[in-house]
């Protein structure tokens, strides 16, 4: 049973920063890819950034240059510093690992944390 949790989430100002942390409990693949969404009301859930389990990043546009995405395999943590944030980084953000293996699609979701950016 794989299980993610995140944590780190909080009330910021603008300008502000945060780091996001996701821990990750059970086996996981270990090609897995590891990606951050949110969720702002009203809104559909979108990414934010991934991580491949090569190291390799990226990033939605609005983040670029702001948000940082980086995993610690050992510790079956993934990570998201956040800094310079806006008003519209307000959302409910979620952790997420997917991977294939032998034509299966596995899939899995924290529960979210959310992150408020205001004065």
């Known amino acids: 049973q794989v299980q993610l949790v995140e944590s780190g989430g909080g009330l910021v100002q603008p300008g502000g920063s945060l780091r996001l942390s996701c821990a990750v409990s059970?086996?996981?693949?270990?090609?897995?890819?590891m990606r951050w969404y949110r969720q702002a009301p009203g809104n559909q859930r979108g990414l934010v950034a991934v991580?491949?389990?090569?190291?390799?990043?990226h990033y939605a546009d609005s983040v670029k240059g702001r948000f940082t995405i980086s995993r610690d395999n050992a510790k079956n943590t993934m990570y998201l510093q956040m800094n310079s944030l806006k008003p519209d980084d307000t959302a409910v953000y979620y952790c997420?690992?997917?991977?294939?293996?032998?034509?299966?699609?596995?899939?899995?979701w924290g529960q979210g944390t959310q992150v408020t950016v205001s004065s």
């Open positions: 059970g086996s996981i693949f270990s090609g897995a890819a």
């Open positions: 997420n690992v997917y991977w294939v293996r032998r034509g299966i699609d596995y899939e899995y």
């Open positions: 991580i491949t389990s090569g190291g390799s990043t």
